[in-house]
């Protein structure tokens, strides 16, 4: 089965921009992740999905994160502006019902200078 | 959630069985140990993981001490492939939320 998709890999911009990332789950997986792993620690979850519907957003820096599902498949994370600290990787996951076990994409490298 | 302890860094030689400890000392009930690991520039990968019984599958071994406070994760024949960044985790239930800790980077030397 194909893998989680994500783009862009890398990502570069100055502080105050914005940017958005967009991630493709493994098809018929209904729950799907965003985490952030800024380096030299372990990820992070952000916000959990369910089919369309929001999970957990707990830890979502909704001031300038915002983050959608829609038609339960494809999701995109926005950051508004952008803060020095937000220099991370930006990881998808996504996970089926029936079945214990995430599967992560390749994350997309953020930078901002 | 219930927090996990492993050592920051580990080594190992190539062919050799390695032994990768955790201790989850507040574990509840219904806690389900996880393992992942992530190889470098990549996404974490899923290992394995137990409730109260031993596991094992393709990748690995999972050892869970009788009193459930700590679990060893066992490579039986460690390569160059297996380096990488090894997460033990709780969840509180099967498909509960993963809070990832800093891991234990093992290294494999040839």
């Known amino acids: 089965e194909a893998g989680v998709a994500q783009s862009p890999r890398y990502k570069i911009i100055e502080k105050r921009q914005s940017v958005a990332f967009w991630c493709n789950p493994i098809s018929g997986h209904a729950t799907l992740y965003w985490y952030q792993q800024i380096l030299g620690q372990g990820p992070k979850l952000l916000i959990q999905f369910q089919n369309n519907g929001v999970v957990d957003d707990s830890q979502l820096p909704k001031d300038r994160f915002s983050a959608e599902r829609l038609k339960g498949v494809d999701s995109t994370l926005k950051i508004q502006p952008a803060k020095l600290e937000d220099s991370a990787v930006y990881l998808c996951a996504s996970s089926a019902l029936s079945r214990v076990g995430q599967f992560f994409g390749p994350g997309t490298r953020l930078t901002v200078l | ?110």
């Not at chain 2, 927090?3 to 030689?13: F, I, R």
């Not at chain 2, 393992?35 to 596991?55: A, C, D, F, K, M």
């Not at chain 2, 009788?66 to 990488?84: G, Y």
């Open chain 2, 1 to 110: 959630d219930a927090k996990t302890t492993q050592p920051n860094s580990m080594e190992s030689n190539e062919e050799e069985p390695v032994h990768l400890p955790c201790n989850h000392s507040t574990i509840s009930g219904t806690d389900y140990i996880h393992w992942y690991r992530q190889l470098p520039s990549q996404g974490p990968e899923y290992v394995i993981h137990g409730l109260t019984s031993n596991v094992n599958n393709r990748m690995a071994s999972l050892a869970i001490a009788e009193d459930r406070k700590s679990s060893t994760l066992i490579l039986h024949r460690a390569t160059l492939r297996d380096a990488a960044v090894y997460y033990c985790i709780l969840s509180w239930g099967s498909q509960g939320n993963l809070i990832f800790g800093k891991g234990t980077k093992l290294s494999v030397k040839p």
